[in-house]
């Protein structure tokens, strides 16, 4: 028995509402072309890898928290690489790590996949706020 190679069926806006295209005049075979919207109209550039990449962890961590006013991310540069230090309030550094440390390893996986792209190197350290060199403060 010969197996058939599995094949990946895509879907446009008129496939699933044949609505679409027909109130337009144009045919079965033809796709709806709308445009989707930015969110972020700005550009990145090369010249500023660690500034975008604390931005984007401060903007998805602010997005996971209670209080979003409480994240700090801070930039520590190495000479080939760069650490994001980031900081997030004592009750909201579950959401953070995550069940597992799931949601850090996420954190992680992202931060990774992106400096492939800006070819430079990031860690992220989570750190709790009010905590320094794993001591609580007095």
Do not use: C, W, Y
């Not at 337009?24 to 919207?37: A, F, H, I, L």
């Amino acid at each position: 028995m010969t197996s058939r190679p599995h094949r990946r069926k895509s879907f446009f806006l008129m496939d699933l509402n044949p609505k679409i295209g027909a109130a337009e005049g144009t045919g079965p075979k033809q796709r709806d072309s709308r445009k989707v919207s930015v969110m972020n109209e700005t550009t990145p550039t090369a010249a500023e890898p660690a500034e975008l990449m604390k931005q984007l962890i401060l903007d998805i961590v602010q997005a996971l928290v209670d209080q979003p006013d409480e994240v700090q991310v801070e930039l520590i540069d190495d000479n080939d690489s760069t650490v994001i230090r980031l900081r997030v309030a004592h009750q909201d550094i579950g959401k953070v790590i995550g069940k597992q440390g799931r949601t850090a390893r996420s954190l992680r996986t992202i931060l990774g996949a992106a400096s492939m792209k800006l070819r430079h190197r990031f860690a992220l350290d989570i750190l709790e706020d009010g905590m320094d060199r794993g001591h609580p403060e007095a």
